[in-house]
């Protein structure tokens, strides 16, 4: 094993696949084009690949990993389908290093599909009845997913003044990326007093305070170090990593404005040996506003209170000093019930230099990924280059 795992690795391809409303696709048809595509970005095999990590939407596919590697017909040496919701993906690539690093495979590939949109599944809250959110929560009438981020939202402006306005800075700067990015579906103008006049989901989030409901799915392959130099792309390095979960339902979520990214940023930045302020690229999971703002705050690129602050006057926006969610995010590119994927995809592009209008200076990005209820985090840091 080496000095450090993270240095066994690399991620030698990513890709999406079709995205938007897509009836005439299933879930894993979406798993395996997004995979065809990650391979075919790599110049690597199918036959090269010993690992399958997989999930699948909310319809509780059995064994995802296992689904995924029959329909492509793998027979892996290391299989994982842990489920940390959104944020599965970064994790995925910290598991996939360890993997790697262990010897147990040499080529991972990691897929998502999901018909969300097309398909009608819901995401989020209780459906078993023995789940604490059936029983403590969707009872009393709480709109999940969207009523749990609501209620982060209002305990952040209570305590911190925080203004609908400022949430709305967030969603107005991930339209204007969307503009520059031909493959997000919505491309029409947003301003703040359109998100602020929006109908409102459940207060004080509006329509435009909530991503996108969209199918679609995603791949991103990594493998040993020596065989990335060799692969048809420039490999994107893994510099930190780091996971956690803290709670499932939202009535147990430990401090409603504080979410996972506050035990994972540190650590992962701490195995990078960085800061914050290292970063040229954050890539932040906005599943809502709310989402993206306390992420900020928690991952220390300001302090706690700061947010809305933060991301206010362009800041986040095309031309801003902070690029984030260069793609258009969650709230105007896509979102099938899971994101995280998609963080990476944009992430490895930006550094490999290759997203055309949007294109922006990044040697060192950041990806985090948020899962469940603010339930699960997971962060990467990657980088054009290898760990110094």
């Known amino acids: ?12 391809g990513v890709a999406e696949s079709e995205v938007g409303v897509l009836p005439h696709r299933t879930e894993m048809q979406l798993h395996a084009q997004a995979a065809k595509r990650a391979l075919d970005d790599a110049g690597i095999g199918l036959a090269e690949v010993d690992g399958v990590l997989s999930i699948g939407s909310s319809r509780g596919t059995r064994m995802p990993s296992v689904q ?15 489920s940390l919701g959104g944020c599965s993906f970064e994790a995925y690539v910290q598991h996939a290093a360890f993997a790697i690093d262990a010897g147990l495979c040499n080529t991972c590939l990691i897929t998502y599909g999901s018909t969300q949109r097309s398909g009608g599944a819901g995401f989020g809250g209780g459906t078993d009845p023995w789940l604490a959110a059936s029983q403590f929560e969707t009872p009393f009438g709480l709109p999940m997913m ?22 709305a800075d967030i969603a107005v700067a991930a339209r204007k990326w969307a503009q520059l990015n031909p493959a997000a579906p919505r491309h029409e103008d947003l301003t703040v007093e359109d998100v602020l006049s929006a109908p409102m989901i459940a207060s004080p989030l509006g329509k435009f305070d909530c991503c996108l409901v969209t199918d679609g799915g995603g791949a991103v392959v990594v493998t ?8 048809r792309q420039p490999p994107v390095w893994l510099w930190g990593s780091a996971e956690t979960h803290t709670h499932s339902s939202i009535a147990n979520m430990p401090d409603l404005t504080v979410t996972p990214a506050a035990r994972t940023g540190p650590a992962a930045f701490k195995s990078a040996g960085l800061m914050p302020s290292n970063m040229d690229l954050a890539m932040i999971y906005d599943s809502f506003t709310i989402t993206a703002l306390m992420t900020l705050e928690d ?8 947010g809305g602050d933060f991301v206010s006057g362009g800041r986040i926006a095309p031309k801003g000093d902070f690029p984030m969610n260069t793609q258009g995010g969650g709230l105007s590119y896509t979102h099938p019930g899971m994101y995280g994927i998609f963080l990476i995809v944009e992430a490895v592009r930006q550094l490999r230099g290759e997203a055309d209008a949007r294109q922006v200076s990044a040697d060192l990005a950041l990806v985090h990924g948020t899962g469940g209820a603010l339930s699960a985090g997971s962060t990467l840091i990657l980088g054009k280059e290898p760990r110094r």
Do not use: W
């Open 146 to 167: 969207t009523g749990a981020h609501a209620l982060a939202a209002s305990r952040h402006m209570h305590l911190y003044g925080t203004t609908r306005a400022q949430l």
């Open 1 to 12: 094993m080496g000095a450090n795992f993270r240095d066994a690795v690399a991620i030698a």
């Open 299 to 306: 991952l220390g690129f300001c302090a706690k209170g700061e």
């Open 224 to 231: 040993r170090s020596d065989r990335a130099r060799d692969a």
């Open 68 to 82: 995924v590697a029959e329909y492509l017909g793998i027979m892996p040496s290391y299989s994982d389908s842990t």
